[in-house]
């Protein structure tokens, strides 16, 4: 499967706005939500190709988000790795039981960004 279209979930503009340029610059349509809740909804309306999100976010967590988008009919096959500051084996653990797909600690390169649209 190409990814053609992203979704980028993190509640830092800063973050948000930087993960986006390196999603545009990769050739893909980029979405973007700075809530857990505005993903889920995102994924409903726009169903992405990969989705990239942040852990640590008010009300919906990246966890929690994560886990009903996978729960969703049709959507257990949407790619989702976490971008997030929180690295501790534990989180990875927690992150591969919800269904993520990967995690990549903050701070990231583009590089690693770029690996994971390539892998899926």
Known sequence: ??????????????QLMQLKEIVKE???YVNVAS???????????????LIFMDVVMDDV????ACRKILRQE??????????TTKGQPADRIWGEKLGARDMITKP???????????RF
């Open 1 to 14: 499967m190409a990814v053609n279209k992203v979704l980028v979930v993190d509640d830092s503009s800063t």
């Open 26 to 28: 990769a050739g893909c």
């Open 35 to 49: 809530s857990g809740q505005e993903a889920i909804e995102m994924v409903e309306k726009e169903r992405p190709d």
């Open 61 to 64: 967590d990246g966890y929690k």
């Open 74 to 83: 049709g959507n257990s096959d949407i790619p989702i790795v976490f971008v």
């Open 108 to 118: 990231y390169t583009k590089e690693q960004i770029l690996e994971q649209i390539k």
